[in-house]
């Protein structure tokens, strides 16, 4: 039987040190390091899964700088006279044709998890499906390893809920926590948008990855 591939470009967004490029690199290459440098506008990589007998999957991780890290500074100063104008436009050209997105924010830190919905507004408004509907968004709770959380769990699921994520859970990337089966749920969302089943509404609930089946889409 032949296989059939499909493509879906996947944003990850969020404020510096949040563990964007931690993530990516864990997802494509299994790999960790406490050590990466600052991404400096755009990064990429690539992750292919067999799906299914008939169904291959390919993943374009793009990973995002936030426009405010110290690494952007001597880029944003260079185009000073219409520099926030021109982040805008960039931005929006990294958006382009993204099939799903991951948010990020570390558990420890209120501000960036605030800052999401920064990260929310400015996807929504540069980029929606085909069909005019916001692509689909997990925010991740990243470094869950780690405590005291700056933020409650009621909180970020309220959060969620508002501001129309399709689901958030808890991840380390550094234990290698949710990680693959967080992806797998954000998959399986992009590969029903493809066939054009649209029942799967956003609902920005909690996913619990222990029990999901592996299946299905499921909130809990």
């Not at 500074?73 to 960039?90: A, C, N, V, Y």
């Not at 099939?99 to 998890?113: E, K, L, Q, R, W």
Request: charged share 25%.
């Amino acid at each position: 039987m032949s296989s059939r591939d499909h493509l879906f470009k996947v944003l990850v967004v969020g404020d510096a040190a949040v563990g964007k490029t931690s993530l990516v690199q864990r997802y494509s290459q299994d790999s960790f390091s406490k050590h990466y440098k600052s991404t400096v506008g755009v990064d990429f990589a690539l992750k292919v899964l067999q799906w299914s007998d008939s169904e291959m999957v390919r993943l374009q991780l793009w990973d995002i700088a936030d426009e405010q890290s110290e690494a952007l500074k001597p880029w944003l100063i260079q185009s000073h006279i219409d520099g926030q104008e021109r982040f805008t436009s960039m931005t929006r050209l990294y958006y382009r044709d993204a099939s799903a997105c991951v948010i990020m924010f570390d558990v420890t830190n209120a501000t960036t998890f605030s800052n999401s919905q920064k990260w929310k507004q400015d996807l929504d408004s540069k980029l929606t499906l085909p069909n005019g509907e916001p692509v689909p968004c997990l925010l991740l709770a990243n470094k869950c390893d780690l405590s005291p959380w700056a933020v409650s769990r009621d909180q970020v699921d309220r959060f969620s809920k508002e501001n129309g994520f399709t689901g958030w859970t808890e991840t380390s990337v550094k234990e290698n926590k949710n990680i693959n089966e967080a992806m797998r749920v954000l998959i399986e969302k992009m590969m029903s948008n493809s066939r054009e089943d649209m029942s799967l509404s956003t609902q920005g609930n909690y996913i619990n990855l222990q029990t999901k089946p592996s299946s299905s889409w499921a909130c809990c």
